[in-house]
């Protein structure tokens, strides 16, 4: 049994050339969406965050 205590949480952040696809394609496969896609005038980027079996959350992002 693993009884580790994470001192943060763990994220990843990849990039999408196509943003809307890859929403559409991770959907299909059932994956865990967190958050849906938002548009971020402040920073001019499009995201949307999943998450990976173990829990830990993967941002997918496009900078426009």
Not at 26 to 40: G, M
């Amino acid at each position: 049994e693993n009884n580790a205590v994470r001192a943060s949480p763990v994220f990843l952040s990849v990039m999408a050339r196509d943003i809307q696809a890859a929403y559409a394609y991770l959907r299909s496969q059932h994956v865990t969406i967190q958050r849906d896609i938002i548009f971020h005038a402040s920073w001019g980027g499009t995201d949307f965050h999943i998450a990976d079996p173990d829990g830990n959350g993967i941002q997918v992002v496009l900078y426009e």
